[in-house]
């Protein structure tokens, strides 16, 4: 009875036919040729083919301003992150030729960035080092910005086919929602720490895994329980290196969805509960001899941060923004800006339509174990994004939410409150793609066609439009030309002038387009120099760098000192400088005459202007 029930469908649900093991023709014809036999292997394989492809193409239809000249195009809502994203990139190439150290003195010389403090993307960087190296960092940064809309999209496919069973088109439905909805887009301009989500399916995969094989009346052995631990620990490390953020978001999703699937399933979480305990122990136990060192240097290694950077009381969603339609949706409008703090956070922007079915859909199959857990998990997630005070239409009230209880807390404190928002995606999906699934069953046509119809329709108003791009502009030809070997030797440090400053980290380029092969001075990264060693973005401004910068920003020459001229010698001595460059800057006359008052007559090389010191 097994086998035929296995012959008579397939993983996805869908019947399938076996067919008889010889016919006539095939007697008279003789065995079926290679060509053949790899055609018949591969074709069942083709819908999924199809997919792929289809969410590729999403993919570069999104990203397509980037394309085909990256290094002269930047993500025209958010230039600053996309700097320094390109800069984490170039550094993170070291890792692959040896260079494991997380503390790199490529920037804020002499002191360095902790990189694990920092959201380096390390494990994608290292990946793509080939990629970096030949085509350089903006092709890189280009690839990961479309490859993780993608790839998040058919990771969920994969697993509403295959773990949850789901036809083919419900789950090209929920992955397509989870690849390319509102909150991710609205995240891939320049976040892409963010967008990286492919590997969270298959988080959710092992511990279904887990969870099915520590049941004792399933035919699954223990070793199945115990390799889901090992592979989930696996997966957790890499997502460390990736993005931590959403490894916490992922984790807190599934701790609240495990509770509520296990309360709906009393007996059945009875019984499964010591062997699921048992892996979630491996994974425990790998995890920490994985990342214990890593960890500790995150938070008590040099350049270390105690608390996170930004304000939850600012990064609160507002409420008002749920039934908004995002402006970067082909619906949406610039007027629901205000209801979001930038471009890069439209996390909450599900839209009215989409809540309205989701809701109805929730209800219609609300005695499903996994749909309670979606709605419960959903609800304080939604919940949490609003921060501590609840706001409504730009409005703040003194309505506190849950989140204020977590003000503060460790590791929670560094999670952006309106990004818990983005966990509703998938959870929303998931539901979409249960009821699709069921209406397609359905023997209604009436059924069959009003259900999948009115997901599409709500889909349509939140279908994303292609993100803004800008020019930039061209490198200076003194560092595209590997002049600046000419200045300063690989590993040394140059200051370029004016320094790079988290509102404006221009500078960096240089440094991500020679692969980090030099450092600078100062610098966008986080570091402990807040208030009593807390969190900031960037360092102190030694007296030079202030004297340069306001030069940049006024114009005119300042008078030059014995004070003046002992700090420009005291601060590039404390940098490790070897040369100070100056190449198009506002007022590039004014800077060139304060430098050399301080440095003495400069030098030209190419498009730019050196100070050896």
Known sequence: MTSTARAAHSDTGEAAIEAPASTATDTAAGAPSRPAR????????????????????????????????PASRVMGLNPEDQVLYEWFLAADTKFLFGDLSLLTDRLNAPEGV?????????????????????????????????????????????LYTRVLGARRFAAAVGGGLCGFGPGIISQNNSHLHMTAQWLVPVMVWLVVRMARA??????????????????????????????????FLTAFTLAIMAIAYAVTRRKWARRVAPGFLRGLGVTAATAAVLLVYPLWFQFAGPQSVPNGVFSPHYFSADLASWTAISPLSIAGSDASKKLSTGAAEYNTFLGWPLLLVAVVYLI?????????????????MAWLSLGPDL??????????????????????????????ALALLPLVATVLVLAIDKAVRDSSWTIRLVVPGAILAALLPIFPAPLPTAERPALPQFISGGHWRECVQPG?????????????????????????????????????????????????????????????????????????????????????????????????DDLRATLNALYGPGTQVADAWIWKV
């Open 38 to 69: 790899l055609a018949a292997r591969v074709r069942p394989y083709a819908p999924d083919a199809l997919v792929i492809l289809v969410f590729l193409a999403l993919a570069g239809y999104v990203t397509h301003g980037l394309w085909p000249d």
């Open 114 to 158: 902790n990189l694990l403090a920092n959201t380096t993307v390390i494990a994608l960087g290292t990946l793509f080092t080939p990629v970096t190296l030949i085509f350089g960092v903006p092709v890189t940064f280009a690839l990961i910005a479309g490859g993780n809309l993608a790839g998040t999209a058919v990771a969920w496919y994969f």
């Open 214 to 247: 520590a049941d004792p009346d399933d035919v699954a052995s223990r070793r199945k329980v115990i390799t889901s631990g090992l592979w989930l620990a696996v997966t957790v490390a890499v997502q460390v290196f990736i993005g931590e953020e959403v490894l």
């Open 364 to 380: 219609w199959q609300i005695r499903r174990p996994v749909v309670i857990a979606c709605a419960v998990a959903g609800v304080l």
């Open 391 to 420: 706001v409504l239409n730009g409005k703040r009230h003194d309505i506190h939410g849950p989140y204020s209880v977590l003000v503060g807390l460790p590791i929670v404190d560094g999670a952006l409150p309106m990004r818990f």
């Open 492 to 588: 040394g440090v140059l200051v370029p002038v004016p320094l790079p400053t988290p509102p404006q980290p221009w500078a960096m380029r240089w440094a991500a387009a020679a692969d980090a092969e030099f450092g600078m001075p100062e610098g966008f990264f986080i570091g402990p120099y807040g208030s009593r060693g807390k969190a900031s973005m960037g360092t102190f401004k030694r007296p030079t760098s202030r004297l340069l910068e306001q030069v940049a920003k006024d114009g005119g020459v300042p008078a030059i000192g014995p004070d003046q001229l002992r700090e420009a010698k005291e601060d590039v001595t404390f940098w490790g400088a070897s040369c100070v460059v100056l190449v198009d800057a506002p007022h590039r």
